[in-house]
T-cell receptor
Framework: GAVVSQHPSWVICKSGTSVKIECRSLDFQATTMFWYRQFPKQSLMLMATSNEGSKATYEQGVEKDKFLINHASLTLSTLTVTSAHPEDSSFYIC??????????FGPGTRLTVT | AQKVTQAQTEISVVEKEDVTLDCVYETRDTTYYLFWYKQPPSGELVFLIRRNSFDEQNEISGRYSWNFQKSTSSFNFTITASQVVDSAVYFCALSEAQAGTALIFGKGTTLSVSS
């Protein structure tokens, strides 16, 4: 299957700072990609959908000004958590959509805001 | 609206027991995909299977088997002769059969296999 990387794999930051998470597909290109969030012992919840070159579409309840998504190319997307707060501590997972209706997930980034 | 229900929150078994994880879904689409993922403590999702709604054949892969029944909107997952390494959270998911659509996940079932 396809390979997706996320960087960093874990990050600790102070409240009020911003954190950028990179999601990169290593061996294929995809027009659409997704960002999910998973709180401890909970399921994955879709945060936003982005298409390369377009603005992201955010799910209800997800603040677009707080979670900035930049789908810079067919192989790279970034999620920036601005002015992070402890309640933003979570596991963030990206996925790329393939033309064969499969999604390739990154390994996730664990964010802890102190 | 689409929905995936995994009624079993936690299951504990002893090694070598068989265990079935239930998944019930709701969708108005006639064409859709169903998935199972394994999430070990590391957090990385491990893809197990994708099933097209038109393909109701059951599938077996080693110790894993899946029972898809459209009549009851269920897509259950059975692990035969469970092993400690099977301990993880298992998610059932659903998506439209259309490119560019996200997966809708169930709440997951935590499986603990003891030796």
């Amino acid at each position: 299957g396809a390979v997706v990387s996320q960087h960093p794999s874990w990050v600790i930051c102070k409240s009020g700072t911003s954190v950028k998470i990179e999601c990169r597909s290593l061996d294929f290109q995809a027009t659409t990609m997704f960002w999910y969030r998973q709180f401890p012992k909970q399921s994955l919840m879709l945060m936003a959908t982005s298409n390369e070159g377009s603005k992201a579409t955010y799910e209800q309840g997800v603040e677009k000004d707080k979670f900035l998504i930049n789908h810079a190319s067919l192989t790279l997307s970034t999620l920036t958590v601005t002015s992070a707060h402890p309640e933003d501590s979570s596991f963030y997972i990206c996925s790329f959509d393939s033309v064969s209706y499969e999604q390739y997930f990154g390994p996730g980034t664990r964010l802890t805001v102190t | 609206a689409q929905k995936v229900t995994q009624a079993q929150t936690e299951i504990s078994v002893v090694e070598k027991e068989d265990v079935t994880l239930d998944c019930v879904y709701e969708t108005r689409d006639t064409t859709y995909y169903l998935f199972w993922y394994k999430q070990p403590p590391s957090g990385e999702l491990v893809f197990l299977i994708r099933r097209n709604s038109f393909d109701e054949q059951n599938e077996i892969s080693g110790r894993y088997s899946w029972n898809f029944q459209k009549s009851t909107s269920s897509f259950n997952f059975t692990i035969t002769a469970s092993q400690v390494v099977d301990s993880a959270v298992y998610f059932c998911a659903l998506s439209e059969a259309q490119a560019g659509t996200a997966l809708i996940f169930g709440k997951g079932t935590t499986l603990s296999v003891s030796s």
